[in-house]
């Protein structure tokens, strides 16, 4: 099994409810148009959009909803390193119809979750905002429930906006401690003016409070249970003790499928607008 499956797995129930706290938000933020194309994208690079693309994936597909992690990541690869995976063909190929989508799609371990990766490309921007593009996600929305799309950071790329526009939910990945609370604001205005659906935000890299010692043991990413004392104890970060936030993305379910929700977990409400 691929080294991100098994911390999925390893990771312990603090950032598996985690996960599933935005599975559920997702999945429940619009009763009627359920949310089926989902856009993951930062402010800044490395802020966990792979990881948590990945998590939320395995998330879904563990409740029965068939889920493709499409990568739109064109500058950045790195689907291929997480899932440990070569395929012989990918996004491109199936752009340029030089194969059809079930050569490029790999079916992965985890059964109900599938992805199709990409190379670098030169012009991405062109790529994920063309006429083909929304036709191959149109295609694979009759097949899947749920069609995750992992993306550059806003910050420094158009893509996620270009694809945020046309996606029924875009949700923004934040890194506590690295994240810019004006640059956060910044990518939530530009992805207001791209239309776009905002879920809401994700806080990631959260340092577990005194609050969260109810939990009192955690695990290292390899599984490895450690009793938890001090927080510094260890230089080892422990992948759930910087988790993304649990009360995540939460969404505005008053405001309707088509408002646009601004909601900062761990931030003040409202400070985005
Ligand atoms: N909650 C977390 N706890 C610990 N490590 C994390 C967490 N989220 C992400 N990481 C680690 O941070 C690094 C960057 O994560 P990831 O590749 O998911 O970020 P990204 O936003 O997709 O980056 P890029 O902008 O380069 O595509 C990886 O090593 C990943 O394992
Ligand atoms: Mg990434």
Redesign the pocket.
Known sequence: MPDILN?YKNAGTV?QDAVKTLRTNIRFSSVDDPVKTIVMT?V???????????FLGIAMAEIGQKTLLIEC?CR?P?LRN?FSIRPQYGLMDVLRREVTADKAVVHTPQAGLDVLSSTVLANPVEILGSERMQTMISEFKKVYDVIIL?T??LGSFIEAAVLASKADGTVL?INQGTTQMERAKAVLSQLEKAKAHVLGVVL???EMSSSDYYYSDYYY?DGRKKKRKHKTESTE?P??????AADTARTNETQGRNSKSRRITGVEEGEAK
Do not use: Q, W
């Open positions: 911390d950032l930062s800044l690079p490395h802020e966990g959009k792979s990881t948590l693309s990945i990541d950045k790195m997480y992992d550059p950071p990945v990631n890299n959260v990413r970060t992948l759930n003790a910087r988790r993304p």
